[in-house]
Nanobody, 115 residues
Framework: QVQLVESGGGLVQPGGSLRLSCVLS????????MGWYRQAPGKERELVAA???????NYADSVKGRFTISRDNAKNTVYLQMNSLKPDDTAVYYC?????????WGKGTLVTVSS
């Protein structure tokens, strides 16, 4: 059974940094596209960043130059380094694994950017 567990969320001041981690239990990690999504109150869930099994990445325009997604296949872990955080980045961040069109989701971790 595939499970995704996120960690690293919390409260941070504007301009600060956080690193989110997501561990996937199961054998599909290395062949999956991994992604981070977020959902702010009253808004739809949106893609933040994704990384393929070949390490190709794509980012939402709103986070380009500030966020970096990476993966460690040996640890079945995907990371999201978030720098220069803004109040608009406040949301629940969800980890996603896309395995040949089958999607798995974590339960999310809350990121709050506020002074």
């Amino acid at each position: 059974q595939v499970q995704l567990v996120e960690s690293g969320g919390g409260l941070v001041q504007p301009g600060g940094s956080l690193r989110l981690s997501c561990v996937l239990s199961g054998s599909i990690f290395s062949i999956s596209t991994m992604g981070w999504y977020r959902q702010a109150p009253g808004k739809e869930r949106e893609l933040v960043a994704a990384i393929t099994s070949g390490d190709s990445t794509n980012y939402a325009d709103s986070v380009k130059g500030r966020f970096t997604i990476s993966r460690d296949n040996a640890k079945n872990t995907v990371y999201l380094q978030m720098n220069s955080l803004k109040p608009d980045d406040t949301a629940v961040y969800y980890c996603n694994a896309d395995w040949w069109g089958t999607n798995y989701w974590g339960k999310g971790t809350l990121v709050t950017v506020s002074s």
